[in-house]
């Protein structure tokens, strides 16, 4: 079977964590610090800051910035449930607005009509590794004065008309396994704001400002020295990573037959978190089982949009219809695309798209 994703652990990741265990120093210490230190450096910010997961990164940016009740935050409904859910957490509304069929991400033309007195912040995905536009993006969020919270969490290392993801406004991304680098799981918050900085620290920590003193209500949000340490190892090499998977789409997109390709606009460097196609004609299920029949693990991302997930049509009330987001979550299907793939694994996925669609 050729995985859909595939974690690139080498010696090195091996040889950092034994360290590290060795040191008898496990928790949040000085790994995490060189760890936020080297991100920060990959991003061009100012300041990282390293949390337990990318759910738990976007939760404290969110705090970080005061968001909260009665507020509003403008994003995409065709994303993994974690960016919506991260709105919830802090007891803001998330208003959902349709996306661009070509990028997958949030519509910029839709924007200023979604925008009311509540609304505090937009929040782009880069999905699958595509940024959001984000020239666009950031000229509303000047005129209207909103606050800019990037879900970057499939983007590491992309950019946009050569400013990395993650400096725009203030950056989330996950590290989860899949991802185009791990820490198996953890998350990092970017930005320039050294104050967010803090904030987001105390936040991390129990609301701590001073040792045991809590004038404020916040979490353990840490990440460990042991998961910094595979951190540090995996961010060493995912420039790496990312050319593999450039490479790797190049690959398909220069070879597969009747299925619409992923675009990459002039100006944007995609790094292909997934390689993901249109499948026309409704025949996306029926490829799916095919592939995987075929030895192809083939993902659909996703099913269902957040608008229309059951949570929030039932408990939350939503009943918007965005009907770009809804057809490319009939016709969307991720083909492995990972650092891990070999010549013939690419001609295996080729071959067998090829032969279902003629
Ligand atoms: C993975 C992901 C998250 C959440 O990250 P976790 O580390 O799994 O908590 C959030 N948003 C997007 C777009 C993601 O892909």
């Known amino acids: 079977m050729i995985h859909i994703a595939s974690p690139q652990i080498g010696e090195e990741e091996k040889k950092a964590v034994i360290e590290v265990l060795e040191s008898g120093m496990l928790a949040q210490g000085s790994r995490v610090k060189a760890f936020e230190d080297a991100f920060a450096e990959m991003c061009g910010v100012e300041h990282a800051i ?98 800019v919270i990037e879900d970057a969490c499939q983007s590491h290392g992309a950019a946009y008309k050569g400013k990395k993801l993650g400096s725009f406004g203030t950056g989330t991304f996950s590290l989860y396994p899949t991802k185009n680098m791990t820490s198996a799981e953890g998350g990092m918050i970017t930005t320039n704001d050294a104050e967010i900085a803090k904030n987001a620290r105390v936040i991390r920590q129990h609301g701590m400002r001073r040792r045991y003193y809590h004038d404020e209500l916040g979490f353990n949000f840490r990440m460990t020295d042991v998961h910094a340490a595979i951190g540090h190892e995996q961010l060493k090499k995912l420039p790496h990573f990312n050319r593999k998977r450039q490479m790797n789409a190049k690959y398909l997109s220069e070879n597969l037959k009747g299925v619409l390709t992923p675009v990459v606009p002039d100006g944007y460097e995609h790094v292909f978190h997934q390689y993901t196609i249109r499948v026309p004609d409704g025949k996306r299920d029926e490829l799916v089982e095919y592939l995987r029949e075929n030895g192809v693990g083939a993902g659909i991302y996703y099913p269902v949009p957040i608008h229309k997930q059951s949570y929030y049509v039932t408990e939350l009330g939503y009943d918007q219809i965005l009907a770009k987001a809804e057809r490319a979550a009939e016709e969307v299907l991720s083909l492995p695309v990972h650092p891990g793939l070999s010549q013939k694994d690419l001609e295996s996925i080729v071959s067998a798209v090829n032969t279902f669609m003629n």
């Open 50 to 147: 390293a949390t337990s997961s990318g759910t738990t990164a976007l939760h404290t940016a969110l705090l970080a910035h005061g968001l909260g009740e009665g507020d509003e935050i403008i994003t995409s409904p065709f994303t993994f449930i974690s960016s919506a859910n991260s709105i919830l957490f802090v007891g803001a509304k998330p208003v959902f607005v349709d996306i661009d069929p070509l990028t997958f991400n949030i519509d910029p033309k839709l924007i200023e009509e979604a925008i009311r007195p509540k609304t505090k912040a937009i929040m782009p995905i880069h999905l699958f590794g595509l940024s959001a536009d984000m020239d666009a993006i950031m000229a509303i969020a000047e005129k209207h004065d909103l606050l």
